[in-house]
């Protein structure tokens, strides 16, 4: 069945861009709602904005969304996943500025105050996306496809040239809180380089080495080293589990990764939804439900940081 909070969780701090101030408040919502945002300090107009595939709009390094009337939020991909990891499916997320709080640069703050506030089974089904013909998208050498699973599985592989990342790939089924337990305190990373680079142009201003792993070459300049010796492709199954969460509902199926990101994500769910052969909408009985991500979750399911 369908999910929400019990009670409202709150979170403050900053931006990862903007480096501003901000603070936001998840608050339960009834069945069917979704998930939304809404943009307290936008006084004119419509504050709301879906968190839906079709509401994303171009950007550099995070995904944003939008509403008709132009008003945004980024970098909502961390929450994104703690919900669907958690199995929530409906809530408001009311926040104060243009960009979600980055904590620690992972999803472990936010999976962590949805647990202890307690998830309410609601009376409406949940409603899977059910892959049923493989469907792919490339951008030179990155590659994001889906196709069809019985469970909701997660492969990703990267390859970068710095030593302390090199290649890294791994495969989950995310059944059952496997996000939970394996990847939800993985943290945002980046080269030295593309923070100089960054900050440059006027992004990452509110980035440190508390809340995302920096790499140069063979060292990693963040502080007490990994959680995990493949935290980066860890973070980025994080992050594209955020990006999938926002199909409006759980998928059944395998995506793959190759190099992909925020931006390939998405237009692999539009180029999904433009193919009706390739999909259909399934009410979830007691066993499909059972293999959602987030079903049968306990707060001592979250991991201890290191």
Not at 4 to 33: I, N, Q
Not at 161 to 166: K, P, V
Request: with cysteine; charged share 25%.
């Amino acid at each position: 069945m369908q999910s929400t909070l019990k009670s409202a969780a709150k979170f403050t701090g900053v931006g990862l861009h903007s480096g501003e101030p901000v603070r936001m408040v998840v608050k339960p919502a009834s069945a069917d709602y979704g998930i939304w945002f809404r943009r307290v300090d936008v006084t004119s107009g419509d504050a709301l904005i879906p968190a839906r595939w079709d509401a994303v709009v171009p950007s550099r390094l995070c995904t944003l969304i939008a509403n008709p009337s132009g008003v945004t939020v980024s970098t909502i991909e961390h929450v994104m996943a703690a919900l669907a990891g958690c199995g929530i499916h409906n809530a408001l997320i009311e926040i104060d500025g243009p960009e979600v709080p980055i904590l620690d640069g992972s999803s472990v703050p936010f999976v962590e105050a949805f647990l202890a506030r307690g998830i309410r089974e609601q009376a409406e089904p949940v409603r899977a996306i059910r892959i049923l013909e493989p469907v792919e998208v490339r951008e030179g050498e990155a590659v994001a496809r889906l196709e069809p699973a019985d469970d909701f599985e997660i492969d990703f592989s990267i390859d970068f040239a710095e030593a302390a990342i090199g290649r890294q790939e791994k495969s989950l089924n995310m059944s059952n809180g496997a996000f939970v337990r394996e990847l939800c305190d993985s943290r945002t990373f980046c080269r030295q380089a593309d923070v100089d680079a960054m900050r440059a142009n006027g992004l990452a201003l509110g980035g440190t080495f508390e809340n995302a792993v920096v790499f140069e070459g063979d060292r990693i300049l963040s502080p007490g080293g990994l959680r995990h010796a493949d935290e980066p492709v860890r973070h980025k199954m994080l992050d594209a589990l955020g990006d999938l969460s926002l199909a409006g509902g759980p998928i059944i199926g395998r995506y793959t990764g190759i190099r992909a990101g925020h931006a390939l994500t998405n237009r692999l769910l539009r180029t999904l939804f433009a193919r009706r052969d390739a999909f259909r909408l399934v009410d979830c009985g007691l066993m499909a439900g059972c293999k959602l991500p987030g079903v049968g979750v306990h707060r001592s399911d979250v991991p201890a940081l290191r």
